[in-house]
């Protein structure tokens, strides 16, 4: 089935079930009002939503309408935590050969904030442009409850739904070595509904999405890499290291990006078949190249867009679809 969460003035929004083909929404009211008590109460509440779904795509739902991605906020619009992790060790290895460093490298895990998700258009509110602001077009997924120092099988297990998300961040605001700060967050847009598994059919395997995930900027098509073939360490293996050493609470989300696929060297040429998913993977692949990175950072008016679609070409979960924007006071 696929969620949604429609605007309601409230700060969690309004459960909406979405027809498989995202034309069509129904209310859930009758079943929970917000996701969050879906995810707190999974095993309950998931098979009334799975009734209304089935009903929906089989045109038999009373009450559908049209559905609006441009009324959806995040499908979790709060988030008891979020952590970003580089999924892709092709990205770490480029960057660190764009700065000279031959050693191997470690994945980079590191919280971010959950408190204000954004909806898959909203626009990106910048204070100033010098910040660095770039996108970073990734996969992820959210939750249910996870024991401590679980396995992995059994935290893939725990993988309620996955979405779509634009890691927003401010490059120039980093820490000197690179590593995100507070201030570099700038925050995360998640696509206009979430999926569970099943949804994706044989795409979901080894707790991967085989899927290419694709990437436009103002326009122009910069990237199609495959979501699933490089992603080094599956979802399951994130959240079992998630839960190491606590528990992991129900409507947790791990987004595991910015999507990377390495690059192809021939006669000491490099190339990158598969384009990029941020701007800073493309300024490491230019100083890889040439020896400086030439892109800038996106500018006010920029819009970035991040679709996935299967292999019918139908999309999966809408499209995330941003502009950046001067700062305005609420």
Request: contains cysteine.
């Amino acid at each position: 089935m696929k969620l949604a969460s429609y605007r309601d003035g409230s700060r969690d929004g309004q459960l909406v079930v979405v027809s498989r083909d995202l034309s069509q929404a129904h209310y859930a009211s009758h079943i929970a009002q917000r996701l969050q008590q879906v995810l707190d109460d999974w095993n309950f509440l998931s098979p009334q939503l799975q009734d209304l779904s089935d009903a929906l795509n089989a045109g038999r739902a009373r009450h559908a309408f049209p559905f609006d991605p441009a009324q959806c906020m995040a499908p979790l619009p709060r988030a008891f935590q979020v952590v970003q992790a580089e999924g892709y060790p092709s990205l770490g290895a480029l960057k660190r050969k764009a700065a000279g460093d031959e050693s191997e490298g470690t994945m980079a895990v590191y919280q971010a904030a959950g408190d204000a998700l954004l909806g898959a258009l909203d626009p990106v509110q910048c204070g100033n442009v010098a910040f660095g602001v770039d996108f970073g077009a990734s996969v992820a997924v959210i939750s249910g409850d996870l024991p401590q120092d679980c396995a992995a099988d059994r935290a893939l297990d725990g993988v309620r739904l996955l979405a779509l998300a634009n890691g927003i961040s401010l490059r120039n605001l980093a820490a000197s070595d690179g590593a995100p700060s507070v201030q570099s967050q700038c925050g995360v847009a998640f696509s206009p509904v979430a999926v569970t598994p099943d949804e994706l059919g044989e795409a979901w395997g080894r707790g991967r999405v085989n899927l290419p995930l694709l990437c436009s900027w103002n326009g122009r098509k910069v990237g199609m890499g495959d979501a699933g073939a490089a992603m080094g360490t599956h979802f399951g293996q994130l959240l079992a290291q998630l839960a190491k050493t606590r528990p992991v609470r129900a409507g947790s989300v791990v987004v595991a990006g910015p999507v990377s696929n390495a690059g192809q060297e021939k006669k000491g040429q490099w190339s990158w078949p598969a384009g990029y998913h941020s701007i800073a993977e493309k300024r490491a692949m230019e100083t890889v190249q040439d020896g400086l990175a030439a892109t800038a950072y996106m500018a006010l008016g920029d819009v970035v867009r991040i679709e996935m679609k299967n292999a019918a070409g139908q999309s999966v979960f809408g499209a995330i679809e941003q502009e950046v924007v001067a700062l305005t006071a609420d």
